[in-house]
T-cell receptor
Framework: NAGVMQNPRHLVRRRGQEARLRCSPM?????VYWYRQLPEEGLKFMVYLQKENIIDESGMPKERFSAEFPKEGPSILRIQQVVRGDSAAYFC???????????????FGEGSWLTVV | GEDVEQSLFLSVREGDSSVINCTYT??????LYWYKQEPGAGLQLLTYIFSNMDMKQDQRLTVLLNKKDKHLSLRIADTQTGDSAIYFC?????????FGTGTKLQVIP
């Protein structure tokens, strides 16, 4: 049973380009979370999605960032017109149910490291 | 909103015990967690505790929860160099998990 798969693991983009980060949840998981870890900082919640629905996007920057979790295929975090401040590690996590109900059933991927030059 | 705070750095000698502390603000938290992150890697769930418990022990790890003071701690007995990492405290409320800033544990041989 493969874990949460993220790709690419490392991505370099020039300022103004677009970055797309993909996350395939664990088999049987229908809930996906994205977190951002800035250098020397903790993890900040960005967005919580179920299949075809955004449930909570309170941590997403208002501009340039979007996320989706289609019926088929991985969840995508899209960053348009990247700037240097977007350089960070982006972690995806998945769970089969609401994280607060079953506690330990949230699993993290290995992260995607975005560098904007 | 929810807030989770930790000290940023802890240094201990190999073989000593490490105690990493965390405070949180959400009184409706149902689970509290400790995650470990090694350099360049994702987060590994170490242990968790349900909010109606006050202690949980798992091999070298002991978690203490003071719900009244909203204080959580992780004790690592007989700390080894392989324990060097960043440790994140987290709490789960409705729909999402909120993380602290992480405590970087340095183990001195």
């Amino acid at each position: 049973n493969a874990g949460v798969m993220q790709n690419p693991r490392h991505l370099v983009r020039r300022r103004g380009q677009e970055a797309r980060l993909r996350c395939s949840p664990m088999k049987g998981h229908s809930h996906v979370y994205w977190y951002r870890q800035l250098p020397e900082e903790g993890l900040k919640f960005m967005v919580y999605l179920q299949k075809e629905n955004i449930i909570d996007e309170s941590g997403m920057p208002k501009e340039r960032f979007s996320a989706e979790f289609p019926k088929e295929g991985p969840s995508i975090l899209r960053i348009q017109q990247v700037v240097r401040g977007d350089s960070a590690a982006y972690f995806c996590a998945s769970s089969p149910e609401l994280s607060g109900t079953l506690g330990n059933t949230i699993y993290f991927g290995e992260g995607s490291w975005l560098t904007v030059v | 909103g929810e807030d989770v705070e930790q000290s940023l750095f802890l240094s201990v000698r190999e073989g000593d015990s490490s105690v990493i502390n965390c405070t949180y603000t959400d009184s409706s938290s149902t689970y509290l967690y400790w995650y470990k992150q090694e350099p360049g890697a994702g987060l590994q769930l170490l242990t968790y505790i349900f909010s109606n418990m006050d202690m949980k022990q798992d091999q070298r790890l002991t978690v203490l929860l003071n719900k009244k003071d909203k204080h959580l701690s992780l004790r690592i007995a007989d700390t080894q160099t392989g324990d060097s990492a960043i440790y994140f405290c987290a709490e789960s409320g409705y729909q999402k998990v909120t993380f602290g800033t992480g405590t970087k544990l340095q183990v001195i041989p």
